[in-house]
T-cell receptor
Framework: KNEVEQSPQNLTAQEGEFITINCSYS?????LHWLQQHPGGGIVSLFM???GKKKHGRLIATINIQEKHSSLHITASHPRDSAVYICAVPHFGNEKLTFGTGTRLTIIP | ETGVTQTPRHLVMGMTNKKSLKCEQH?????MYWYKQSAKKPLELMFV???????ENNSVPSRFSPECPNSSHLFLHLHTLQPEDSALYLC?????????????FGPGTRLLVL
């Protein structure tokens, strides 16, 4: 069982919809990363958070350390948001990151 | 552009070939990473170098051999690969080595082993 689970695996929505992507993890952590991978492969780091909430433009990431859960929200979604969104957590007591399998988001105009 | 470049972008090789993947970062970072991304599988860390010293070697077969000649360059030497090694190979760099560091990724090399 992967230590990092993402849901849904695939998500298709209409332009303008509010999007939520979830990440659950089974080990205790002190930080979590959200990344975006565009078609073609390039990956961009979106957020690193260890508590509460962070916002960047239309993207909002939240984390609940006690419940071992994080969400990534996109407001006013746009076709250019179509990508795979990946969460990653460090191994406990280790600097390495374990990655989820990703959520493939498609925004239809 | 993230400041991390990879060459070649695409590579087709036979199982008996020897090839090398190159990564260069222009960010002044001290840590560099190799990742493998196979279809429908999570990113897998292969190697990490911090200050030109290898700090992680994630049980990678010896047919993959990394080299970090300086803090800006990272190579992955490939020899006698198997078809299951076909994947996207991503390089990344970060200012330091640690789980809180933001990693900057290159565009990847898509490798096909025939």
């Amino acid at each position: 069982k992967n230590e990092v689970e993402q849901s849904p695996q695939n998500l298709t929505a209409q332009e303008g919809e509010f999007i939520t992507i979830n990440c659950s993890y089974s080990v205790g952590i002190s930080a979590l990363h959200w990344l975006q991978q565009h078609p073609g492969g390039g990956i961009v780091s979106l957020f690193m958070l260890s508590s509460g909430k962070k916002k960047h433009g239309r993207l909002i990431a939240t984390i609940n350390i006690q419940e071992k859960h994080s969400s990534l929200h996109i407001t006013a979604s746009h076709p250019r948001d179509s990508a795979v969104y990946i969460c990653a957590v460090p191994h406990f007591g280790n600097e390495k990151l374990t990655f989820g399998t990703g959520t493939r988001l498609t925004i239809i105009p | 552009e993230t400041g991390v470049t990879q060459t070649p972008r695409h590579l087709v090789m036979g199982m008996t070939n020897k090839k090398s993947l190159k990564c260069e970062q222009h960010l002044g970072h001290n840590a560099m990473y190799w990742y493998k991304q196979s279809a429908k599988k999570p990113l897998e860390l292969m190697f990490v170098y911090s200050l030109e010293e290898r700090v992680e070697n994630n049980s990678v077969p010896s047919r993959f051999s990394p080299e970090c000649p300086n803090s800006s360059h990272l190579f992955l030497h490939l020899h006698t690969l198997q078809p299951e090694d076909s994947a996207l190979y991503l390089c990344a760099s970060s200012q330091g080595y640690g789980y809180q560091e933001t990693q900057y990724f290159g565009p990847g090399t898509r490798l096909l082993v025939l």
